[in-house]
């Protein structure tokens, strides 16, 4: 994996959507502009502290929907989509990261190392390259492009 930077697109969205997401007191964690099957979809993915309902991505849709409309940023037909950016999000940018510090996360590899294809740990430090874990008492730095994904993680277990 590579951390993702934002592409002009994303970049044009962000700058329409933060104010609407500034006035409703949400947070952005990303903007995926993304080609499927034959349609392009434009997600928009907010965050608050206290968790996103289905009223809170409406709320952030509407507005949104109509700004999109009047300014007309993106020539292509497309559909847009807002979510809640989850409980256990992925970390793509470096801004996720920065955010995630110190923070419990799941990393899955894509090739078992020493037995192991996953670990979960507080994420101590990150790089363009590397991310370092605690996993009990040892650091383990472990290579991005040995790493299929990172995850913030949640124990569910009741």
């Not at 409703?24 to 034959?38: F, M, N, Q, R, S």
């Not at 949104?64 to 989850?86: F, N, Q, R, T, W």
């Not at 920065?98 to 101590?124: C, Q, W």
Request: charge should be negative.
């Amino acid at each position: 994996m590579k951390i993702k930077k934002n592409g002009s697109t994303e970049l044009k969205i962000f700058e329409i959507a933060q104010p609407i997401a500034d006035e409703l007191g949400y947070t952005i964690w990303d903007i995926v502009y993304v080609k499927e099957g034959a349609c392009w979809y434009l997600r928009v993915f907010i965050d608050k502290e206290e968790g996103i309902t289905i009223d809170d991505c409406e709320a952030m849709t509407r507005p949104l929907s109509d700004k999109l409309d009047e300014i007309d940023p993106i020539p292509d037909s497309y559909c847009l989509e807002v979510g809640s950016a989850g409980l256990e999000r992925e970390l793509v940018r470096e801004k996720h990261f920065e955010a995630s510090i110190g923070k419990t996360v799941r990393l899955h590899l894509i090739i078992a190392k020493d037995g192991n294809k996953e670990y979960i740990g507080e994420l101590k430090a990150f790089d363009k390259n590397s991310v370092t874990l605690l996993t009990g008492e040892e650091e383990k730095e472990v290579l991005l492009s040995d790493t299929a994904y990172i995850k913030l993680y949640e124990d569910f277990d009741f």
